[in-house]
């Protein structure tokens, strides 16, 4: 006789087995493309040419006055790690010499980056920090770090470009024009060229003491203006020789060489004079140097027009002029 429990059968769990599947090293070309599938999936296949950019934050290029100053980087790159060199544009962002926002005007560079051009934000010691010519050197010294580092960031060593707006339109003017004055210059990385192709301004003071020579929103020659802090909290007017040493234009002669100068300065500018640009101008020309000059009708002291296609097709235009 069978008791009731006798018939209960007791059925052992099912247990799964995983595969483990070992990790291996292997290149993009050894890796299979996955044959796994299922409903409703849906296939693309993009094109492999097309460029995206890398971005690389605050890199330190150099430590001055107890504090680091760095660069932002962005990099075109390919989805298969082609390598290939592009040309530096080398960013100085203004500020009125004041502590910079480097980060400012990344979002309109990464159209230009989009074209093929390594771009480089540059810091520099502030006037409270350091007075001129610190921000020259500064700038000076971040070009030598690109240039000896080129080959890491993808650069074409012989292309190189200033581009800056407002107080960094100064300080890359100054940048180029003053190549070969040591006293505007340091030892860093001196194993680096500082030769560059062109320069591309925007909108920067190029004779500090005329800058109340024309309507302005503000004071340019008090000792606590931008202008009498960069010459080391002067009053510009009665230091003329220290603002002559601080400006651009003076350092235009004929026998000192020169880049090319792209100038955009709108006519509407109400903190540096449109008049700043004008004087520029007439001083390269008068120095036969190279240089072109577009004034943006109704633009103010920066903004959206000096970002359109259309000017960047200028500054492109005028950048492949003077390749190498």
Not at 84 to 94: N, R
Not at 235 to 256: C, G, H, M
Not at 280 to 286: C, N, P, S
Not at 313 to 322: A, C
């Amino acid at each position: 006789m069978y008791t009731w429990y006798g018939m209960i059968r007791y059925i052992m769990p099912v247990r799964e087995v995983q595969i483990v599947i070992e990790p291996r090293q292997m290149s993009y070309e050894e890796f299979p493309e996955s044959t796994a599938d299922t409903d409703g999936m849906r296939e693309l296949i993009t094109g492999r040419d097309d460029r995206y950019l890398v971005y690389r934050e605050n890199i330190v290029y150099v430590q001055r006055d107890g504090m680091d100053l760095h660069l932002q980087l962005i990099i075109p790159a390919f989805v298969d790690d082609r390598k290939e060199k592009f040309p530096c544009i080398a960013y100085v962002q203004g500020s009125a010499w004041k502590k910079q926002n480097v980060y400012w005007s990344l979002p309109q560079l990464v159209k230009f980056a989009q074209r093929g051009y390594v771009v480089a934000s540059i810091e520099y010691r502030s006037s409270g920090v350091a007075p001129f010519p610190a921000q020259v050197q500064d700038v000076k010294t971040a070009l030598r770090f690109l240039r000896k580092n080129a080959r890491e960031y993808g650069i074409d060593p012989w292309n190189f470009y200033l581009w800056g707006d407002s107080s960094g339109g100064h300080t890359a003017l100054m940048a180029g024009i003053t190549y070969g004055m040591p006293e505007l210059d340091t030892d860093d990385y001196g194993e680096a060229s500082l030769k560059i192709n062109a320069v591309i301004d925007y909108y920067g003071p190029a004779d500090i003491a005329k800058m109340n020579d024309a309507l302005s929103t503000m004071d340019h020659t008090a000792p606590d203006s931008p202008e009498g802090l960069l010459i080391g909290g002067r009053n510009v007017l009665e230091n003329r020789e220290e603002a002559q040493k601080a400006s651009p234009i003076p350092y235009i002669t004929d026998d000192r060489a020169a880049p090319p100068v792209l100038i955009l300065h709108g006519d509407k500018d109400r903190i540096v004079p449109f008049e700043q640009s004008l004087l520029l101008f007439d001083a390269l020309k008068a120095h036969r140097k190279k240089a072109m000059f577009y004034k943006l009708r109704g633009a103010d002291h920066g903004g959206p027009q000096f970002w359109t296609d259309q000017v960047l097709d200028i500054v492109e235009r005028f950048i492949k002029t003077y390749y190498r």
